[in-house]
């Protein structure tokens, strides 16, 4: 099992900057990788980034690149996902996901476990 816990969301201004956190316990010597999602309301969870656990392998969406940067803190076992500057139409609640099997998973079929999901609202 592996449990997956995002914190850092919140209110942000648009053009500001925005930290969340995915904290990873567990067996997480299964990881193959993780990655962010969000969900806006009526919305399907989309796919925001992705990084490889074992490495610093990384792939973005189309509509973050260039603003959104994931990373991650081996030694705490610790992911993260800087929005570097956000726009309303960021706003959403964002997930973590862990894979398996999937080295940077980019749909949310290939993501076996998730957290509870953190809210970022962003202000225009």
């Known amino acids: 099992q592996v449990h997956l816990v995002e914190s850092g969301g919140g209110l942000v201004q648009a053009g500001a900057s925005l930290r969340i956190s995915c904290a990873v316990s567990?067996?997480?010597?299964?990881?193959?990788?993780m990655g962010w999602f969000r969900q806006a309301p009526g919305n399907e969870r989309e796919f925001v980034a992705a990084?490889?656990?074992?490495?610093?392998?990384?792939r973005y969406a189309d509509s973050v690149k260039g603003r959104f940067s994931i990373s991650k803190d081996s030694t705490k076992n610790t992911m993260y996902l800087q929005i570097i500057s956000p726009k309303p139409e960021d706003t959403a609640i964002y997930y973590c996901?862990?894979?398996?099997?999937?080295?940077?998973?980019?749909?949310?079929?290939?993501?076996?476990?998730w957290g509870q999901g953190t809210q970022v609202t962003v202000s225009s």
């Open positions: 996901a862990a894979s398996l099997n999937w080295l940077l998973p980019s749909i949310p079929e290939r993501a076996d476990y």
């Open positions: 567990g067996r997480t010597s299964s990881i193959y990788g």
């Open positions: 990084i490889s656990w074992r490495d610093d392998v990384t």
